[in-house]
Nanobody, 118 residues
């Protein structure tokens, strides 16, 4: 099972910002551009939900609830995907998971926690 590695979570006050990063496992470096990358989140007591996704060519989509506040980007040379989160609200509190999906693979990281609280 291949695992992605997330980083960048933490505790911030409402209105704050964070930069979440995810590095692909070395085993898929050579085929990284075949993967669509995405960020999901799971809040306590809730189901995991898709936050943002980006294709290998850079076409991005974000969920309505975070549009205008969250931005997803990827660096195919560095095999990374980043989620810039800003204007954070208490309801953004969750564990954020990185996902890499291809025709034959569906990889997850262990998550990075984001807590928004005053």
């Amino acid at each position: 099972q291949l695992h992605l590695v997330e980083s960048g979570g933490g505790s911030v006050q409402p209105g704050g910002s964070l930069r979440l990063s995810c590095v692909a496992p070395r085993a898929i470096f050579s085929v990284f551009t075949m993967y669509e990358m995405a960020w999901y989140r799971q809040a306590p007591g809730k189901q995991r939900e898709l936050v943002a996704a980006i294709t290998s060519s850079g076409s991005a989509n974000v969920a309505d609830c975070v549009r205008g506040r969250f931005t997803i980007s990827r660096n195919n040379s560095r095999k990374t995907v980043t989620l810039q989160v800003s204007s954070l609200k208490s309801e953004d509190t969750a564990v954020y998971y990185c996902n890499a999906r291809s025709e034959s693979d569906n990889c997850w990281g262990e998550g990075t926690a984001v807590t928004v609280s005053s």
